[in-house]
């Protein structure tokens, strides 16, 4: 079954794993890791000196509370965003958190990641 064929609840248990991984990665600052679910076109966007580069000059990219809420999915072409209601561990209140999934091949991959 197309990840554009299964219900919000089916996509949100697949990406959740995937935006802890992201979170994890990202407040440990750790390339490989961070990386590891990317499509080839984000892999090829996604050096790792410009991410190190990011988590040096953004302190929320690298204190994302592990606690996170899914507000939704939204389907469109052939990929599916996921929202995120995200907090900080050092600043004080509420972001939005965008993951963009796809297949790739026969596997999900991260086409978007983002934090607002």
Not at 18 to 41: C, E, H, M, P, R
Not at 64 to 70: G, V
Request: net charge negative; aromatic share 8%; with cysteine.
């Amino acid at each position: 079954m197309s990840l554009l064929d299964k219900s919000d609840e089916e996509i949100i248990k697949i990406a959740e794993p995937i935006w802890a991984n992201l979170v994890k990665s990202s407040n440990i600052k750790d390339y490989g890791s961070f990386t590891k679910d990317f499509s080839s076109q984000m892999l090829y966007g996604a050096n790792e000196v410009e991410l190190g580069k990011q988590w040096a000059s953004n302190e929320l990219i690298s204190s994302l509370s592990e606690d996170c809420q899914a507000l939704g999915c939204l389907k469109r072409g052939q990929h599916v965003t996921i929202l995120y209601k995200q907090t900080s561990t050092k600043i004080t209140g509420h972001f939005l958190g965008r993951l963009v999934l796809g297949e790739e091949g026969d596997q999900i991959k991260v086409f978007g990641a983002t934090i607002f």
